[in-house]
């Protein structure tokens, strides 16, 4: 697991590799991640968008934005979190993902950016 706090937020990410979805035969390989989000901050966020950056050992690179996570846009208050599960596909048995989530005061309506810790995506077969 990884962890990082930016912001009075903390975001905390597990990543499973999902054998049951892959083929590595057809180089698909699919992962799931855990994130959990944390506020630490004294007044309530809104999360508005996430964007990441998707880095797979093919060589290929992906950019994914859009509203909320998993078709949500949480509302945390001080001292709360949010949890979520949600998956990426990579052409290899190795990638590595890294994002931002966009976040909103709302106390104040200020929008502010969470930076999500890099994290990686690897197969088991890949370890041996």
Known sequence: MVSKISEGVEISVESFYQSDYSNPTNGEF?????ITIENQNSFSIKLLRRSWKIFD???EYRDVDGEGVVG???V?????QFQYVSGCNLRSELGRMM???EME???SKKIFKV???PFDLIAPLKMN
């Open 105 to 107: 005061n709302l106390n």
């Open 99 to 101: 994002g931002t989530y």
């Open 115 to 117: 930076n999500i810790p």
């Open 72 to 74: 949500m846009q949480p």
């Open 30 to 34: 699919m992962f799931a991640y855990r």
């Open 76 to 80: 945390l208050q001080p001292g709360k």
């Open 57 to 59: 050992s093919s060589g």
